[in-house]
C-alpha cells in the first residue's frame, strides 16, 4: 500500500496542534483528520480519533504494526515540514512529485 496524496492544513493557533491531514493511499482509499502534534518528544502524528460516553479517546482508523506507523509518520512529517518552508496553508504532495510541481 502507497500514499499517493498527503494533504496538510496548518493551524494558525499557538499550541500542541500544528495541522490536520488528509492521506490518500493507492489513489483509492482516504483517511481524514490525522493531526500533526508537537510533543516533548518531537513532532508525531494523530489517528483520527473519536471521545467515548467514558470520555476516552477511541482511534477510528490506525496502522497494525509499528513499521507501518513509522512509515506513514515519516511521510506525513517530511510534507508537514516541506510545507512550513514553502510557508503555504494547505498543500498537497503525491508520491510521485519529487521536484515539487
Known amino acids: 500500500m502507497e500514499i499517493t496524496d498527503i494533504r496538510i492544513k496548518q ?9 490536520y491531514v488528509t492521506v490518500t493511499f ?8 490525522l493531526k500533526i502534534i508537537s510533543g ?10 473519536r471521545r467515548t460516553k467514558t470520555g476516552e479517546y ?8 509499528s513499521d507501518f506507523r513509522q512509515s506513514i509518520q515519516a511521510k506525513i512529517i517530511a510534507e508537514y515540514e516541506r510545507v512550513r518552508e514553502l510557508g503555504g496553508g494547505e498543500q498537497a504532495a503525491t508520491s510521485d512529485e519529487d521536484d515539487g510541481t
Not at 11 to 19: D, I, N, R, Y
Not at 26 to 33: E, R
Not at 58 to 65: Q, S
Open 11 to 19: 493551524v494558525s493557533t499557538e499550541g500542541k496542534l500544528k495541522a
Open 40 to 49: 516533548k518528544a518531537g513532532t508525531f502524528i494523530a489517528m483520527p480519533s
Open 26 to 33: 493507492d489513489d483509492c482509499f482516504v483517511v481524514h483528520n
Open 58 to 65: 477511541k482511534d477510528i482508523a490506525h496502522p497494525i504494526n
